[in-house]
């Protein structure tokens, strides 16, 4: 604050940004420094807002998509212009695409420099840039402006379908002097953020209906449920009507994986057999067929409930919509239900049970296999031993064959514990995440990481080690993306440097590095490593033959023409 010669108290915009979102709640930004949003990160952290500096700006973002999917509060990420800026934006655009909040400030430059492109230090129509890529963008032009445009970002991010926003903050704007009592009268205190979405009562009837006459009911449960925070809702749901359910990857753990109604190992027979699925927070994408064979049959008829109306028929016919958000849809099936309406049927449930039986009896010599070196199963098997004892521990992951078997062999126990590549399927996630999941839960994480996974936020590891924080990563190094050159052969596009040793990243940086070639040794690493709650990696070395190209999806390759001819 400062006074002018009439005695009128002054801020300025860098205040006011800072006075606007801890007037919101916003308590973490995570970010990269630099021209012009230097000042604002030190006015912040001099305010007392927890900071979280990136080695770059895509993990930083990464890390404010994530806190958001974890708290349902925006997590914000503050990034420079034009360049940091466009890193930022990936995350934006990853966030939007799996429906986490997030709002992404960068600083630009001024109007009237970047719309007649006189050709600015990092000029970039930056607004205009975002918005195909975020659920909304808005640009502040005058200082009395900012409370008002963080308000609407907090709610653009937050309500209905949650995603990525973009707030463009000039540099004119932050410099620019207020009188200290029009910046206070200009400040929005948002009210309700994320309105509830009752559902009519109508289509709960019609949904509850449908169930009742199913004999194979499903229920499928996906990121959006887990990230409505309905967790007992659902689980009573379930429980009280005995209908099996299946977990989307984000959503393990929402009930727990060794729950006896989990469907999991038996995941193609349950959906290719219900007669009835009900579908909460999930979309029929890529990630399930869009709905059709060969995974799901025509005659299956579908439940979906989600916030977004325009989500329905997106892939095929939906025969009971539900609009609303999940907790309030939760209660109010709940309470529509009457005790033995929802029945499924006794050859249901065994003929279920019998294919998860056999599933799990396949799995078995394959997990109990200790291959030297070691492949994906054994490696995971040794991890699993090692947190048995921790359902605690946030678990990130990412890659091909990592991310498929990690996915498959390690149970979640509780909500929101699973962080991977979602929607998109993304490299780069990472780091970001871990970080973010240690910061606002100041829980142990566990990285998962496939070797080329790893290198795209690897550079955060010295982030992690600058803050010290609980964030305990093991790399799956098998040399390379899917699997290692053969000995001998000439560098492919897929293959890595053989045999690096990524535990030395992190020694230089003060964090303790770990070298694991059996699996004796690896869980011993993991138990150590998190039981000291500081920043570790785990190289684990990984036979570089086990994977496969793009581990589970090798489908989605596109095939030529030509061949299939042939
Ligand atoms: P998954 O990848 O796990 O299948 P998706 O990201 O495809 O999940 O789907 C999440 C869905 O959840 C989106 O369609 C989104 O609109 C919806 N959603 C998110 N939050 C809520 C909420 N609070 N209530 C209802 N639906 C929600
Ligand atoms: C931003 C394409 C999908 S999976 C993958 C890449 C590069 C890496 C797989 O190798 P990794 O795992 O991590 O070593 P593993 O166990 O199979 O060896 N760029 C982006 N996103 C994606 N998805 C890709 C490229 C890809
Ligand atoms: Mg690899």
Redesign the pocket.
Known sequence: MDKQSTGQELTDGFHIVVDALKLNGIDTIYGVAGIPITDLLRLSVASGIKYYGFRHEQSAGNAAAIAGFLTQKPGVCMTVSAPGFLNGLVALANATTNCFPMILISGSSDRNIVDLEKGDYEELDQMNAAKPYAKAAYRVNRPEDIGLGVARAIRAACSGRPGGVYLDLTADVLRSALDAETARKSLIKVVDAAPKVIPDPETIARAVQLLSEAKNPLVLLGKGAAYAQADQEIRSFIEKTGVPFLPMSMAKGLLPDDHPQSAATARSYAIGQADVVMVVGARLNWLLSHGKAPLWSEKTKLIQVDISPTEMDSNRLIHAPVVGDIKSVMVALNAALKPGQVKPSKTWLDELAQRKQKNVERMAAQLNADPSPMN?SSALRSIKNAIADRPDVYLVN??????DFTRNIIDMRLPRHRLD?GT?????IGMGYAVAAAAVTGKPVLAI??????G?SGMEIETICRYNLPVVTVV?N?N????GDPEGSPVTPTGFVRGAHYEKMIEAFGGKGYYATDSAGLTAAVKEALASGKPALINAV?DPKA?TE??HIANLNPKSALAEKK
């Open positions: 994906f990412e890659g091909a064959n990592t991310l590549t998109w399927g993304v490299m780069g990481e496939g070797d080329s996974a790893f795209f799956f098998n390379g993306i899917y699997r990984i994977g793009s581990g």
